[in-house]
T-cell receptor, first 110, second 114 residues
């Protein structure tokens, strides 16, 4: 099974940078996903890491260290529209099930 | 390309009743996964269907069941509803199964049990 931890809430100012950490314990790792979910909407895919290192995609970057069971999502040049919940999810190697963390609510202030 | 659609979007039911939710995946996608999302528990995996067969199942009681049709559309059924079943039910489709790169989520069905 999976045990996934991420902070409950974070607040940052428009234009700033925020880093959302995610730690996990798993019996078999097959990739880590980050999703963004605005209130009342469906989660949307942001990034996928299966190898160690940094994946950059525009203002968003995601990092993975498999040996440490650790990932982070970095949001740069924050905009008001980035206010949302960010979900960390780990996929199991044996059955490909996705297990989600409880989500981190990011509030961007002017 | 149309996204994942779910019907109905909102539903109010009484304890003891049963409910059926529907999910139409993106055209060409053969895998449909169902999730329950509540404020306290977050997103939890219910089950996954691929080519009309249940391939994976989460830790939910037998009151929760599902099926998939030949056109990949999927339904989820909850019998003998309990207050704790109030949640947002999300389905997600992917091209070739849970091993695919990403899943695309539908807007969800908000179920309220009174």
């Amino acid at each position: 099974g999976q045990n996934i931890d991420q902070p409950t809430e974070m607040t940052a100012t428009e234009g700033a940078i925020v880093q959302i950490n995610c730690t996990y314990q798993t019996s078999g790792f097959n990739g880590l996903f980050w999703y963004q979910q605005h209130a009342g909407e469906a989660p949307t895919f942001l990034s996928y890491n299966v190898l160690d290192g940094l994946e950059e995609k525009g203002r968003f970057s995601s990092f993975l260290s498999r040996s440490k069971g650790y990932s982070y999502l970095l949001l740069k040049e924050l905009q008001m529209k980035d206010s949302a919940s960010y979900l960390c999810a780990v996929r199991d190697r044996s059955d490909y099930k996705l297990s989600f963390g409880a989500g981190t609510t990011v509030t961007v202030r002017a | 390309k149309a996204g994942v659609t779910q019907t109905p979007r909102y539903l109010i039911k009484t304890r003891g009743q049963q409910v059926t939710l529907s999910c139409s995946p993106i055209s060409g996608h053969r895998s449909v996964s169902w999730y329950q999302q509540t404020p306290g528990q977050g997103l939890q995996f219910l089950f996954e269907y691929f080519s009309e067969t249940q391939r994976n199942k989460g830790n939910f009681p037998g009151r929760f069941s599902g099926r998939q049709f030949s056109n990949s559309r999927s339904e989820m059924n909850v019998s003998t509803l309990e207050l704790g079943d109030s949640a947002l039910y999300l389905c997600a489709s992917s091209l070739a199964g849970a091993s695919s790169y990403e899943q695309y989520f539908g807007p969800g069905t908000r179920l309220t049990v009174t």
